[in-house]
């Protein structure tokens, strides 16, 4: 055995319920979860490294089922905006200065604030995914789900006006389905790569690569990571291209499109009818409730896709606008959102939080053979938790684990003091052991001004909310 | 000159935007902030402790505007429970254990949070009040605003259905009134304690002592400091004491209550119209967004008193529930709770929720001559942050502060590295210079330990909503 930790309150996520062990024990060798129990039945001599876990929580790593790490370099560029001035008017001017460069940099960035509040796997949405797997997630040694984006239309939408039908540029499609398909060859027997298909949305891509891709993924036996139904902008496209009373989820249904492969991001514009259809599909979704709240004052409907039998993860998305790659900020932003849109603080109870970034994103990803709890044969990712923090206190397990609802309603995210991936110590008493953290906060921080300097012309001419709200004193 | 602050992102808060300071300093002598401007403004040779800001930020002491600190101790208690069962059968049965040492001890543990993540001025609403100022407030060197919860109401509430009128009883209420009338007294020479009156509620108060303590208020000139329309329970009472088409709201106008002397704490069952009349008669408001939502699933009107005119500020109310006493946090969630409500992403901004934890809570507690934000001559309460850390970068400053809205949506709370209270350092390079934290953590888990261990029956019996959780293994 290669790793212990003991004496420690080990939630494994297994079963019905949080699966807790007090005074528990878990026993690591490879890459692998080897033991699951007490500690007095775990033989510690056996164990090469063994972590003191008393006075902490054990977790499985948790799951970031939906994120774009490439553009964490633009955080803080664009909140406090109406929705319809956020993407052009307020992250436009800087995003278009992002280099392929900035974005693994940004990559960087993002994944150190994540695997330092507890994320071991990331799914990755992005174009040329490979820069960063090879350049970020392999070197980190963090887990990815990876994503490569699939679309027909031009990055540039200033050709566009809001109401014009997209022109859908084919070759464009078919290099970018060409390149998902090369990222599934070569990362096939790479153990921290899994990959997914991510035609972008329904208002970017034709029917017909859909089609395309939705048969090599059935060939692959693979997932198909895909925003639907996420606002306004979309919906004008959806309409203007298939007919004034059709929506995303009926054109996509009609054409034989929905069924279990299908991972649904966001769905706020959809019906309650429309998600029944798709849990009965057995399509799975992703919400992200900080990101969607703040871009759209809107709550992703998380909390009643589960009530009605489907399951649901969570993601952070992009870090301008909401802010953070933080997973236990997260699982509280989709507790307390659901609870007051629905009135009712009973909804979205802390375990169930805690499963949307553990089990739940497993199976969303199709990994939950391997990771989302811990259990004796699955993979070694683990991360442990300093209770003995002002913020956490008390900890009691009589008459009930008070740990539970203390995780997810009083935790920060920089009590995780300790990360493993795939058996791998990343995060060891707070300190990286194969990242130069220093270095890249320099780095990124730098070049973020000198994008931000760049941008400026573009940002104050664009002329949105944000530019009074500089002209004021306010930012 | 005692202390400087130099080379730092100075947040002043001052004037009509954040009052932001590239390159800023800050010299402090005695009790008091002597300079403010840029650092090469500076004669450091005048400081006899320098502070290096560079990548930090510097920021007036948070304010807290409504807290309870001594129910810390059942912190992760009660929540995830329906609104009725909250109090009585979820906190109740671990509450009636809670000695008045044992207030003390979560008193401190709840303060060094509230330290930890920035806040310096503490209003802190309870009975014996001189306990907590004596035992914690004083020897932790924190500035608190005490008010003393007057009411005619036994506190064993299981005499009562919740239907019953509640008898008042005027002796406990004359002895409570007595004691703050004493604090008053006690306090008025004391430098870091301010006091308020504080009638717990209109549904536990007569109006007959209601009157007696406002005349008193005007003569020490002082705030009344008292929950106002806080929902369905005190509803049943105002409208059984005074009438079925009467509100609180409206027997206060009708008494003649309402001036600006009112702080009026909650206000979520309050209609616009009356929150109008509150604001047209001078009154503030507190609102407690984490609390709210996550005991009642509603946003208080926070946003709503503002854009009315009103004077607003937030307070975390009581740990068990929403969890923490984080300003950071609650600054968030102000932000994203009224976004979500409003449907309406430029809601409450981030500087506006700066706003909201530093001059607004000031004016609301009468204190802005003296706090809230950083100017010659007012009271040295200074907090810096580290913006070192991957959560917070990167930190640009053209062509705006990004660092305002990456306070607010990206921190966690745990990077405020310096307190400077009333000139005093109380965290340096976060290590507290005066209080033993270690011990007091210990403390405060062994007894909670003990008092959910005594409650255990009762809480069983009582079969709140959370008894099924922890026989489903959820908790």
């Not at 319920?17 to 490879?30: E, F, P, Q, R, S």
């Not at 507790?335 to 739940?360: C, D, R």
């Not at 539970?404 to 707070?430: A, H, Q, R, W």
């Not at 530019?467 to 930012?475: L, Q």
Request: proline share 4%.
């Amino acid at each position: 055995m290669d790793i212990a930790i003991v004496d420690t309150c080990l939630i494994t996520m297994s079963g019905k319920g949080v699966g807790l062990i007090n005074d528990g024990a878990i026993g690591i060798t490879g890459d692998r979860i080897t033991f699951i129990g007490k500690t007095k039945e775990l033989n510690q001599r056996e164990a090469d490294i063994i972590i003191d876990g008393s006075y902490h929580a054990t977790l499985p790593g948790l799951i970031n089922s939906h994120i774009h790490t490439g553009e964490t370099l633009l955080r803080g560029g664009a909140q406090d905006l109406p929705e319809i001035e956020w993407m052009n008017k307020g992250l436009g001017p800087f995003a278009k200065h992002l280099t392929s460069d900035d974005k693994i940099l940004g990559s960087k960035l993002g994944v150190l604030e994540g695997i330092r509040s507890g994320t071991t796997t990331f799914s990755e949405y992005t174009r040329h995914a490979t820069h960063l797997i090879k350049e970020v997630f392999l070197p980190f040694n963090v887990r990815v789900v990876a994503t490569e984006t699939i679309n027909e239309v031009s990055s540039d939408r200033s050709l566009f006006k809001p109401t014009d039908i997209y022109v859908f540029n084919r070759d464009q499609g078919d290099s970018d389905f060409k390149r998902a398909s090369q990222l599934f060859e070569e990362y096939k027997d790479v153990d921290l790569v899994s990959t997914l298909y991510g035609p972008q949305a329904l208002d970017m891509i034709s029917l017909d690569l859909l089609q395309e891709i939705k048969q090599q993924a059935e060939e692959r036996n693979s997932k198909i990571h895909m925003h639907i139904a996420q606002g306004q902008r979309e919906r004008i496209q959806i309409k203007g291209r298939y007919g004034a009373d059709t929506t995303t989820v009926k054109v996509l249904e009609n054409h034989k499109m929905l069924d279990n492969r299908v991972i649904a991001v966001h769905l706020h514009d959809s019906s309650p009818e429309e998600r029944s259809l798709l849990v009965k599909r057995g399509a799975s979704m992703v919400g992200c409730p900080s990101s969607i709240s703040l871009i759209d004052g809107i709550v992703p409907p998380v909390s009643h896709y589960i009530e009605i039998g489907g399951v649901a993860a969570i993601g952070t998305d992009q870090a301008p606008g909401p802010g953070h790659h933080n997973m236990f900020r997260e699982m509280r932003a989709a507790s307390f959102s659901t609870k007051i849109i629905q009135k009712n603080p009973t909804a979205l109870p802390a375990w169930q939080a805690l499963k949307l970034a553990t089990m739940n994103g497993a199976s969303v990803l199709g990994l939950e053979q391997e990771i989302g709890s811990l259990e004796v044969g699955k993979k070694a990712d683990v991360i442990t938790i300093d209770l003995n923090n002002a913020n956490l206190i008390p900890i009691v397990s009589k008459p009930f684990n008070n740990v539970i609802p203390n995780l997810i309603y009083s935790m920060n995210g920089n009590e995780v003091d300790n990360v493993i991936i795939d058996g791998k110590i990343v995060l060891k008493d707070n300190k990286f052991t194969n990242i130069e953290e220093n270095s890249i906060l320099k780095e990124a921080n730098n070049r973020a001004k000198v994008i931000f300097e760049e941008g400026t012309e573009d940002w104050v001419k664009a002329d949105s909310k944000m530019v009074s709200y500089r002209k004021n004193g306010f930012i």
